[in-house]
């Protein structure tokens, strides 16, 4: 076959009808999920509550979803991507790389203050998905992209971090800790600012210092 003739890729299979259906409902059922479940909390809304929300049977929604608890990991999943791209554009406005982690961060607390947040992510996600898958699913997104950040700001010499997956860890469990006062909290927004002013000292310190390893026996 010469240079002319060769053939265009053939282009990419469409999803079947079928398929699409099946997405929608899954999409349906995630959408109905979060509302119940970020206005009701998770033990007060049933399984029937979420299927008549959605407009499906229940049959339907066990199609999809073996549990109630399984609805409510998928409804995470997609608040906490939603909370990993507002911290992604709120880092890109920061001027320098400590003003972007807690750019990031604060973009968080300020989504603790929203009730439907505040109820899926930190008052019930910890309890129903347990603390193990809890941290798994916490991190999966976020992870990688704060111990990068991390790393960038060693490589810039804003901070002196000897093990950044390390401190990302422990950050997660202070932001964690963080939206718990903030949800507890008789002034939230007052909360919510003091929370950020010490998350930024406590990342702060670290431009102080030279790293240093772990310290011996």
Request: charged share 20%; glycine share 8%.
């Amino acid at each position: 076959m010469t240079e002319g003739s060769r053939r265009p890729p053939a282009a990419a299979p469409q999803p079947s009808l079928r398929a699409e259906q099946v997405a929608q409902t899954r999409a349906a059922l995630v959408t109905a999920g979060r509302r119940l479940f970020g206005t009701r909390g998770f033990a007060a809304t049933s399984v029937e509550d979420i299927a008549r929300e959605a407009r499906v049977t229940t049959g339907a929604l066990y199609h999809h979803f073996p549990t109630k608890a399984a609805v409510f990991e998928s409804v995470f999943e997609q608040v906490h991507l939603d909370l990993m791209e507002a911290s992604r554009q709120a880092a890109g406005q920061a001027a320098d790389t400590i003003g972007l982690l807690t750019a990031g961060f604060g973009a968080f607390l300020d989504a603790v203050l929203e009730p439907e947040v505040q109820r899926i992510v930190i008052t019930d996600a910890p309890a129903v998905l347990g603390l193990a898958r809890f941290v798994e699913l916490d991190e999966r997104n976020a992870f990688a992209a704060t111990v990068a950040a991390l790393e960038a700001a060693n490589e810039s010499g804003a901070l002196h971090v000897a093990d950044p997956p390390t401190l990302a860890r422990l950050l997660f469990g202070a932001l964690t800790r963080a939206g718990l006062l903030i949800a507890s909290s008789a002034e939230p927004e007052a909360t919510r600012d003091a929370v950020a002013a010490t998350l930024r000292a406590m990342i702060s310190g670290f431009a102080d210092q030279p790293a240093s390893g772990p310290r011996g026996d």
